[in-house]
């Protein structure tokens, strides 16, 4: 069966740090870039972090740049979110997508070929105390 699974959601105080992973079946998430999404009740969803099909390259919007790290680990098929110094503001359902007509991956921008059309099922991710 072909899907992405995001895991490692959770409750987490401000403050704290969460670590999401995206993860591949039945296709090699080594040959795509990779998003990862988040929305919020009531808002629309928005971007976070891409990371390059090649070389690794990361791009963060800026509300999270300087607190969430975007990685990848081939061999375990898999993508990972690292997230720290967690607000409020950051609760959501967070997703990982697949752009797979392509996806240009700067430290500036991510942008698809067409748009981001495979998507994971989302985790819950809630800060608060």
């Known amino acids: 069966q072909v899907q992405l699974v995001e895991s490692g959601g959770g409750l987490v105080q401000p403050g704290g740090s969460l670590r999401l992973s995206c993860t591949a079946s039945?296709?090699?998430?080594?040959?795509?870039?990779i998003g990862w999404f988040r929305q919020a009740p009531g808002k629309e969803r928005e971007g976070g972090s891409c990371?390059?099909?090649?070389?690794?390259?990361?791009y963060y919007a800026d509300s999270v740049k300087g607190r969430f790290t975007i990685s990848r680990d081939k061999d375990k098929n898999s993508v990972y979110l690292q997230m720290n110094s967690l607000e409020p503001e950051d609760t959501a359902v967070y997703y990982c997508?697949?752009?797979?007509?392509?996806?240009?991956?700067?430290?500036?921008?991510?942008?698809?070929?067409?748009?981001?059309?495979?998507w994971g099922q989302g985790t819950q991710v809630t800060v608060s105390s």
């Open positions: 990371i390059s099909r090649r070389d690794g390259t990361a």
């Open positions: 039945g296709f090699t998430l080594g040959y795509y870039a």
């Open positions: 997508a697949v752009g797979t007509q392509g996806v240009v991956v700067s430290t500036t921008s991510c942008r698809p070929l067409r748009t981001f059309d495979f």
